[in-house]
């Protein structure tokens, strides 16, 4: 989701978004973010995107909480070294052009390829447990949505075909399909992109087996947000 432009999305839609997802974020951090977002907004419309491997109990890594103290105190924000590094980044970027954060992977697409599939899935799932917490944490947006009358929408991002084969190696298609059956037995509507269809076999339009490339993510904006979204083929309300 982060890699979902919001001009594009509010362009879409016809009303302004914001994109809160962060790249490599877990499910807790989706959960923290919702509860921040609360407190300084009025929402209205919310679309959650969740894929398998984060709806898992491990890994447990969240950094909201500190983000949410930095920014509650100015000396912290001040002090901390996480954001003299970040400033220094950009500071180095703005007046040299020397990025020593980019996201390009050091290696051939292929071999990043074989990597993800490789050491960065099994990461997810050779340790994979029933995420009984993240579910009740998102049944309690669900309610409080419900409450405050805003309109919420899961979304289950594409990935490629190779990525969902995995699934099986891992013995884990019991769990990936009561994964989709939590996300619809929250009964808001769901737009699910992670099945078998030829763009989740085209190897040219993702830049690795959890990203679509910019082709991709621009015909999911228009399955979830355009003028026809409700007769989109992946969309589901319960």
């Known amino acids: 989701m982060d890699g979902l432009r919001e001009e594009e999305v509010t362009a879409a839609a016809g009303e302004r978004y914001f994109n809160f997802a962060y790249g490599g974020g877990t499910a807790y951090e989706i959960?923290?973010?919702f509860w921040y977002a609360t407190k300084y907004q009025a929402l209205k419309n919310v679309y959650i995107g969740i894929n398998f491997n984060l709806y898992n109990a491990n890994p447990r890594r969240n950094l909201v909480p500190e983000a949410k103290r930095m920014l509650d105190s100015l000396p912290r924000y001040y002090l901390?070294?996480?954001v003299t590094r970040i400033s220094f980044d950009n500071i180095l970027y703005r007046f040299t052009g020397t990025n020593l954060r980019a996201e390009k992977p050091p290696m051939n697409k292929e071999a990043f390829w074989k990597e993800q599939l490789g050491a960065?899935?099994?990461y997810f799932y050779r340790t994979y447990q029933y995420p009984q917490?993240?579910?009740e944490g998102l049944q309690k947006i669900v309610d409080y949505c419900k409450v405050h009358k805003i309109h919420l929408v899961?979304?289950?991002?594409?990935t490629h075909i190779d990525l969902q084969n995995r699934v099986d190696d891992?013995?884990?298609r019991e769990a990936y399909d009561r994964y989709k059956a939590d996300i619809r037995a929250f009964g808001c509507p769901v737009f699910d992109f992670d099945v078998d269809v030829p763009m989740n076999h085209s190897y040219e339009h993702y830049k690795d087996p959890y990203h679509a490339d910019e082709m991709i993510r621009a015909w999911e904006i228009q399955e979830v947000w355009g003028l026809n979204h409700e007769e989109s083929p992946f969309h589901a309300y319960n």
């Open 80 to 82: 901390s070294p996480f």
């Open 154 to 158: 899961f979304v289950i991002p594409p």
């Open 170 to 172: 891992f013995h884990l």
């Open 120 to 122: 960065s899935t099994e």
């Open 133 to 135: 917490e993240i579910h």
């Open 31 to 33: 959960l923290d973010t």
